[in-house]
């Protein structure tokens, strides 16, 4: 909490400092919504956004951004919980130095790649889901370097230090006190792009202990991935990501996940757009070894009716439970406007927003 904490005191005092010789932008995005399912809820949301930026030369730039979640809800049956569920937490903090050819970012910040859509392997730092309009996931607490080449491959080198939650597809909290490092390597491959991902990190093993009831060596995660995105028509993809979490010096558990996909725009109308993507998702203390698997093929068409609506609609099959899955977004935008209502037909998870079978209706507006 200190090293949070100093972050934030020096980004303050750098815009009480210079705010008269930098440039200012502040921008925000107010939100509400009513979700009729099986709990029915109402909420609020403001996000305001600051950000400052001052040039050196031609191509260098230093900036810093700011911004905040400020939201409550509650359910129709207890109204007056409505300002005890309200919280405000830091959203983005982050100072970035940026030239010609590369940037480095230090705070709390968005770190995600990857070329999948929908069912994605490569979530490490971010949970972002394609059902949300708002497109909204917490950041990381991480310094990170990029540097792009001429001849548009790309390299990035990343420290997270301090992020005390689950992030993406772990099962498992980052030791406390330890940091995750980790890069990419982005390159220029046939007609598209192809490219290698690591981390390594230490993991909190103390749930594990008593579940498997054998002692852990030293819960070190190295994590690999490898992924590219071709355009040969369609546009196809894949993403392959595997991590190995030492439990002793006999055996590690071993996580396995896989994405493929494609898409393609019809000329049909004002164009309609399909794209689909299978995931598996297997687990074992060997690296062959497929337990806990998860199938699953994920289907989205979305196009615009006129200039002002726009029609999203994603069907999930999971083929081992044998369980079929639905959302139909559609959205009206204005100027500053958003009207969003969603369907949807989910498994019941307390732990999504789109829980079970409901409507859910969420006007935004932007300033």
Same mark, same amino acid.
């Given at each position: 909490?200190?090293?949070?904490? /100093? !972050? ?6 750098? #815009? ?54 400020? #939201?409550?809800?509650?359910?129709? =049956? ?138 852990? =060596? ?5 994590? /690999? ?12 993809? /894949? ?18 996940? !896989? ?56 069907? #999930? ?6 369980? !079929? ?16 209502? !969603?369907? /949807? ?23």
């Amino acid at each position: 909490m200190k090293k949070r904490s /100093f !972050l934030i005191i020096f980004l303050i005092s750098l #815009y009480a400092g210079y705010v008269l010789a930098l440039g200012v932008n502040f921008k925000g995005q107010a939100s509400g919504w009513v979700t009729f399912a099986d709990n029915r809820e109402f909420g609020i949301r403001y996000m305001p956004e600051l950000r400052i930026s001052q040039s050196f030369g031609t191509s260098k730039i230093i900036d810093a951004e700011v911004s905040l979640n400020i #939201y409550s809800h509650t359910t129709f =049956e207890s109204p007056l919980e409505f300002l005890d569920n309200g919280e405000c937490r830091l959203y983005r903090s982050s100072l970035r130095y940026s030239m010609e050819q590369s940037e480095f970012r230090v705070g709390l910040q968005k770190i995600n790649f990857g070329p999948a859509k929908i069912l994605r392997s490569l979530t490490w730092f971010d949970r972002l889901d394609a059902r949300d309009p708002l497109e909204l996931t917490d950041g990381v607490y991480a310094a990170l370097a990029r540097y792009y080449f001429l001849n548009n491959a790309n390299i990035w080198l990343w420290g997270l230090w301090e992020n005390d939650k689950t992030k993406g597809l772990e099962i498992v909290k980052t030791a406390k006190q330890t940091p995750e490092l980790g890069g990419r390597w982005q390159s220029p491959l046939f007609k598209g792009e192809g490219a290698f991902s690591f981390n390594h990190r230490s993991v909190d093993t103390t749930d594990w202990r008593i579940k498997l009831g054998t002692p852990i =060596e030293d819960g070190i995660e190295n994590r /690999f991935a490898i992924d590219g995105d071709w355009d040969i028509g369609p546009g196809i993809w /894949f993403e392959n990501s595997v991590s190995e979490t030492k439990i002793n010096s006999a055996s590690s558990l071993w996580q396995k996940f !896989l994405t493929i996909g494609t898409d393609y725009t019809f000329g049909i109308g004002p164009g309609i757009h399909i794209l689909c993507e299978h995931f598996i998702g297997t687990s074992g203390t060997k690296i062959n070894e497929s337990l806990n698997r998860k199938d699953l093929s994920a289907v989205e068409i979305d196009f615009n009716l006129g200039f002002l609506d726009r029609i999203n609609a994603i069907g #999930y099959y999971d083929w081992m439970n044998k369980k !079929l899955y639905s959302y139909l977004g559609l959205q009206r935008t204005y100027d500053n406007w958003k009207i969003n209502i !969603l369907a /949807f037909s989910n498994k019941k998870d307390s732990t999504q927003s789109l829980s079970g079978n409901g409507v859910q209706f969420i006007i935004t507006y932007n300033h």
